[in-house]
């Protein structure tokens, strides 16, 4: 006759949870962001993975209004524990209007997702840095000093080293169509910066999720199919997987500077590759992995010295 398991072994598991609960918060600030940040690759590698997967089966334009709509029914109950006036923008045209540059290159992005394997996919995002660098220059009014030209140069030929063997034929459309797609993610970030002088980043993330999918929605009915059951389940999680990945974002960014976070960037690719594998079989090509290590070279070389740089003004 089997006994009753003890209490012990649950105890034992708390308390082990509690103890690596405060040894992260004892360890120092950057160990903390890094944790955060890696945190945050895997779980966007993971939605991404889910979201190629669901495009398959239902149209991209679809998945991204419905990817974004169960953003905010996962937000939702959060919203209304705290009050929907908190939740209320100050600047409901910036919010919009942030929302329609995000959803040409999230519809730009979906076009291309079914199409490429996600180390492509996830190499070629790593120019977004590098569109925001140079955006900052025009929209922010920041000087473009030489070494970042320097990083964008380097970045560019990283960009041609992956992109390059994949021009020819219909691919190479969906390859322009991912690369496009990161400038616009860029110019995103860039009026997200702005909107952050007046609104708080969770009534951000909420109206992004919100000014999307009211944006998206038309391009949705075109092409609607009613999800199935799995379907639904799998676009929940999306939904879940997108909150989190964001909160850890957040908090890597609020625990240290971004420069300190982005050697493990290199992680993402790893991740990737390792989805692309286990789920579509994917092989990711030489020149992708060597492309990518190119513009996370760029990108963590010139955020290094920007990082210098702030530290040096009195």
Do not use: C
């Amino acid at each position: 006759m089997q006994r009753a398991p003890s209490k012990g072994g649950a105890a034992s598991a708390s308390s082990l949870i509690d103890r690596a609960r405060r040894r992260f918060h004892a360890a120092p600030a950057t160990t903390q962001a890094i944790l955060f940040a890696a945190a945050a690759g895997f779980t966007f590698s993971a939605l991404n993975m889910l979201l190629r997967y669901t495009t398959l089966s239902m149209h991209p334009f679809q998945t991204q209004f419905l990817r974004y709509l169960m953003g905010v029914v996962v937000m939702l109950p959060l919203m209304l524990r705290a009050g929907l006036s908190t939740y209320r923008p100050s600047d409901i045209k910036g919010q919009f209007s942030r929302g329609l540059v995000h959803s040409i290159g999230l519809s730009l992005w979906f076009f291309a997702l079914p199409h490429l394997a996600l180390a492509d996919m996830t190499a070629i995002g790593y120019t977004g840095p590098i569109f925001s660098m140079i955006g900052a220059a025009y929209l922010l009014g920041e000087k473009m000093r030489l070494d970042r030209w320097i990083a964008a140069l380097i970045g560019f030929i990283g960009v041609l080293i992956v992109v390059g063997p994949r021009l020819s034929g219909n691919a190479g459309w969906y390859t322009v169509a991912m690369l496009a797609s990161a400038p616009m993610f860029s110019l995103s970030f860039l009026l997200t910066k702005l909107l952050t002088r007046h609104d708080s980043p969770q009534v951000i993330v909420a109206w992004q999720g919100i000014t999307v999918s009211i944006i998206t929605l038309p391009m949705a009915l075109i092409f609607w199919e009613w999800p199935t059951a799995s379907q639904w389940l799998i676009l929940l999680v999306t939904g879940v997987l997108g909150s989190a990945g964001h909160y850890f974002l957040t908090h890597s960014l609020r625990a240290a500077d971004l420069s300190a976070t982005q050697s493990v960037k290199f992680l993402d690719l790893v991740w990737a590759t390792s989805w692309g594998f286990l789920v579509f079989g994917d092989h990711p090509s030489s020149t992708t992995l060597l492309g990518g290590v190119v513009i996370v070279f760029a990108t963590l070389w010139i955020a290094r010295r920007e990082s210098r740089r702030s530290a040096l003004r009195p």
